[in-house]
């Protein structure tokens, strides 16, 4: 078992609801296997307490920083001191650094995760088409990268229109050529579909898109890590759909947010 002293560095997870993050056991578990003397613990935090947790942690001198998940992505960026160009560019942020002085410098890796895990399931999303649920920070980040990955088109749906035609928008400030169009719930024709929505992290979430739409050679791609196994994914599997699972994506942000924390091995340097 990790032994907590005082010189412990402290990391958090900010996150609401806070009972399914993974997070904590994934990196205290990479800490020990960097032989990092620093703990990670869950932080829940609602939208209406952000701001003021978000400034009390500028104080915390042996902080080293936070993961920021649903649904602060977004939020969080408005409260940094300093961002990252691509967490610019995406307007969301999923880890916060504290530096030394107390400023926060927060970064976006949801895209490089996904996109990560996904060749590291043996899926290269280059030349194939893509539908993605979901226009906040993580599905931002994910389009961008999906883009950057080289996608030959990309059709983003979500419940509030005008947050899908304002990400087209930057898409195309990014790449004048990528091919991205907002649709509908409908994901048919399209070799990727990934739900980047919170939809699905409740029992009783309804589906974030028309799953009798889905077919065989389409792969399922879902984000959440709990449950393991969405309604989403099961709907997928019964229609002949491969699924990817969310755990792929955490997996491949572990390393890259703790070196972006300042964890390079047993002593942390941020
Ligand atoms: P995150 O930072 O994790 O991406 P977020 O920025 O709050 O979280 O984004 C949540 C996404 O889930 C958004 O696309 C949101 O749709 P809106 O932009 O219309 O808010 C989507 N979402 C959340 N609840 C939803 C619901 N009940 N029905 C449909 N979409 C929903």
Known sequence: MKIITGVTRVYGILADPIHHVQTPQ????????LDH???LVPLHAGADTLARVVEGLRGLRNLGGVIVTVPHKTAIVE???????SARLIGAANVVRREADGRLVGHML??????????????????????????????????FALVQAGVSRLTIANRTRAKAEDLKQRLARL????VVSVGTPDPSGHDLVVNATSLGLREDDPLPLDTTRLAPGQRVCEIIMQPRVTALLQA?????????????????QIALMARFLGVRGPTAVA
């Open 26 to 33: 994934r990196m205290n578990e990479h800490f020990a296997a």
């Open 37 to 39: 003397d620093g703990v």
């Open 79 to 85: 409260l940094c001191d300093e961002v990252t160009d």
């Open 110 to 143: 949801d895209g490089e995760g996904f996109v990560g895990g996904l060749r590291d399931a043996g899926v290269d999303p280059r030349g194939r088409s893509a539908y993605l649920a979901g226009a906040g920070g993580a599905a931002n980040a994910i389009a």
């Open 175 to 178: 790449d004048p050529a990528a």
């Open 236 to 252: 997928a599997a019964q229609r002949g759909c491969a699924i990817h699972h969310g755990a792929p994506m955490l997996a491949a």
